[in-house]
């Protein structure tokens, strides 16, 4: 029960805001959280910018985004794996109806995948989050539904349009919850059966704080929004009805003096619900933050060096005894041990060489 699958998104080809690509697309790793042995299982290169991904539970499926540059749409394609054979086979592939696409994810109940693209420029369809069903063999349906958001920040730099970087389902399933780092807003949505959205609330941040990433409380009262452009981790409590989010408390991400050069990227939240994650690209730290079980308010364990350079992304194995760290920029995933009472990581020195990772995902 210690066993895992570690499914990994490479850059593999060059894109002028990232420092180099040097991976290889999409790769398979075992990974034994008792000995923290790993062994490469599966690889392929016949995908561009896999630069975020979802897993089924099982690992039997798996959903990568194509984000390249110079496209007016991104794409989303679909592989499966075969544990046995430890073989990655592909499906298919979808438009994703917008440019520079950024995350997706699988919802609650298994039966659709939600894509949100950052966009860059104008022109193409430019929809900022896209829906998509599954065929029985696990490939994608053509979209069956999408939205466009307008808007802009006070960051003339990043903010000059909308840029929704993440979509997010709620634990109790039903409702999506986009990031849109250019206009500092989550905005929710119903997902009808049909996979139609239909807008339920906007929940505002404040202003110039670039939401990226969510994580989701497993109680489903409480949701922490990792903030790019301020570095802030901010705590929200979620009105289940209509998908609102209202701020309960807000902390730096990083120390005072690291602020200006740092922009934060992922964040994770344990199993049970006591501590979340964030990983800062500039501080190149992890910071660790406990979780008040009644209130949601936050307070600062500590920080982390991430073991690299560039922690674009973090995941924690569902024990939640590990975490790792893709360091897009070190060309390696470092591994930490992840002390339950405390919430504390050390770096365990094993790590898994690979160029330019940018995603990391872990199932059982």
């Keep these: 029960m210690r066993d895992c699958l570690v499914f990994v998104g490479s850059l593999n080809r060059e894109a002028p805001y990232f420092q180099g690509a040097r991976g290889v697309g999409l790769s398979v790793y075992s990974f034994d959280e008792e000995t923290l042995g790993t062994r490469k299982l599966a690889e392929t290169n ?25 496209w007016r749409e991104g ?48 022109g193409g369809p430019d929809r900022a989050v896209a829906v998509y069903g599954f065929e029985k063999n696990g490939a994608l349906s053509a ?14 730099a990043r903010q000059e349009r909308s840029h929704a970087h993440s979509v997010t ?50 109680n489903g009262r409480f949701v922490f929004v990792m903030n790019e452009l301020d570095s802030t981790i901010v705590s929200m409590a979620l009105d289940k009805a209509t998908g609102k989010l209202s701020i309960i408390d807000a902390r730096p991400a990083v120390p005072a003096e690291a602020r200006d050069s740092n922009h934060c990227a992922d964040i994770q939240i344990s199993p049970d619900g006591r501590f979340v994650y964030g990983s800062n690209r500039g501080h190149d730290s992890v910071v660790i933050m406990a979780v008040d079980q009644g209130t949601g308010a936050l307070s600062l364990v500590g920080y982390v060096p991430c073991g690299g350079a560039t ?9 939640g005894g590990h975490l790792f760290s893709a360091n897009q920029n070190a060309d390696r995933i470092s591994i930490f041990v992840r002390d339950a009472d405390s919430g504390i990581l050390t770096d365990t020195g094993r790590t898994i060489e690979i160029g330019t990772p940018m995603c990391v995902k872990i199932v059982r």
């Design 75 to 122: 794409t989303v394609s679909a592989y499966s794996f075969d544990r046995a054979s430890g073989t990655l086979s592909y499906l298919n592939k979808q438009p994703s109806l917008g440019s520079i696409t950024a995350h997706n994810t699988i919802t609650q109940d298994g039966t659709k995948l939600l894509v949100a693209n950052y966009g860059m420029g104008e």
């Design 311 to 319: 922690p674009r992304n973090l995941a924690l194995t569902p024990s």
């Design 143 to 156: 979209p069956l539904a999408s939205v466009s958001h307008k808007g802009t920040g006070p960051n003339a």
């Design 46 to 70: 016949d995908i561009d910018n896999p630069t975020f991904l979802s897993v089924t539970p099982d690992g039997s499926r798996l959903y990568a985004n194509s984000e390249v540059f110079t």
């Design 169 to 218: 389902e709620t634990i109790a399933g039903g409702t999506a919850i986009v990031a849109d780092l250019g206009i500092d807003r989550l905005v929710s949505y119903r997902v009808e059966h049909d996979g139609s959205l239909s807008k339920s609330a906007e929940s505002a941040l404040p202003p110039g704080a670039g939401p990226r990433h969510l994580a989701l409380h497993p």
